[in-house]
């Protein structure tokens, strides 16, 4: 009777307190049931935020790269023919002596060097007239020939004279002429060695660097895997870092057939053509050649592609889901590529936050 007695308080005590926490459990089992069918629902109906782009036709061109320094086409540094006092001329546009950045017209004179002694022995004056005399002679000996005054040998004779004359005249203006320094060409001074006026400057001595930067070459090594599809005529665009926004055209005009077997290249030149005078001699540039080009194709971001054991993977939107598309491409550039298959003109393409979907991943459309 004792042991009953035991059991039975604990039996109540069940009765009285367990059986309405039962209850509760019981009564709290759909609201369980019911948050774990909304969990569900909402983590299936994720739509992944992505942004999109109408697929569009336009060029692409294809590059093969290469980098390099470039010259002025023209270019020469005058030296002194002759010893002489030196005298640096006042340039006409400034009113002042010519200076480094000065701009020279063809033929214009910069350096003049002075030589009492030269001239004298140059004699122009005496040379001058005895071409005179030798011309007056030869007309003379001319006309009596006609009359039958003189003989062939005596005409030829004099006509001799008067050539020799004529030459020698020449050569004394020649000489006469190397006392001026003179700029071959238009172009910018951009060297100008310094001397004071008056000292006597020996022959050969260097007085100025005249450069015409209009055009620019740029000599480059190509790599051997590239020689069939370089060829003379291909356009090339030149960029410099200091110049980003500012893109220069330039042509390959020479290409040499052999290749360098250390370095596995081959040389080519590159023309530049430089109006605003935007790229200096001796900067540092990136040329890009066209080998290849095609319009009216459709041309994507490269950085978009996926690649996947089935291949190169694309994201459309289709009805509020993203739909996968296997892709064959042609032509790439530094940053976009060619659509061969796979798009279609105006589908809309996930440009941004295609990296985590997959074909049918629901998605929202944002700009």
Do not use: W
């Amino acid at each position: 009777m004792e042991k009953i007695n035991i059991y039975r308080p604990r039996r109540h005590f069940f009765e009285a307190t367990g059986h309405k926490h039962f209850i509760f459990l019981i009564s709290l089992l759909p609201v369980i049931f019911s948050c774990n069918t909304d969990n569900t629902s909402f983590d299936t109906d994720i739509s992944v935020p992505v942004s999109v782009t109408e697929v569009r036709t336009k060029s692409i061109e294809q590059y093969v790269n290469t980098t390099g320094s470039v010259y002025a086409m023209k270019e020469v540094t005058l030296s002194s023919e002759m010893a002489g006092d030196y005298t640096l001329l006042k340039n006409p546009g400034t009113g002042r002596p010519f200076a480094l950045g000065d701009i020279v017209e063809a033929g214009q004179k910069i350096v003049r060097l002075e030589d009492e002694e030269y001239v004298n022995n140059i004699m122009i004056e005496s040379e001058k007239m005895n071409l005179d005399i030798a011309k007056s002679e030869f007309e003379k000996q001319e006309s009596l020939y006609d009359k039958g005054g003189v003989t062939l040998r005596e005409l030829k004779n004099s006509e001799r004279e008067y050539i020799n004359a004529e030459y020698s005249y020449e050569n004394a203006k020649i000489q006469l002429a190397k006392m001026d320094v003179k700029a071959p060409f238009k172009g910018i001074i951009v060297d100008l060695p310094y001397y004071t006026n008056g000292t006597k400057v020996s022959s050969g001595s260097e007085l100025v660097t005249i450069m015409n930067y209009a055009q620019l070459y740029l000599e480059v090594n190509l790599p051997e895997k590239d020689i069939a599809q370089i060829k003379i005529g291909q356009e090339a665009k030149v960029t410099n870092y200091t110049l980003p926004n500012d893109t220069l055209t330039g042509k390959i005009t020479q290409l040499s057939p052999a290749i360098d077997p250390s370095a596995r290249t081959f040389k080519g030149l590159v023309v530049i053509n430089n109006p605003g005078l935007l790229l200096r001699p001796g900067m540092f540039v990136r040329a890009d050649i066209v080998v290849a080009r095609n319009d009216s194709t459709i041309v994507i971001p490269k950085e978009i592609i996926l690649s996947k054991q089935r291949g190169k993977t694309v994201f459309v939107v289709e009805r509020g889901t993203a739909s996968e598309r296997i892709v064959s491409t042609g032509l790439e550039s530094a940053t976009e590529i060619e659509i061969l298959k796979g798009l279609k003109k105006d589908e809309r393409l996930i440009v941004a936050g295609f990296e985590t979907l997959r074909n049918r991943s629901k998605v929202k459309v944002i700009r």
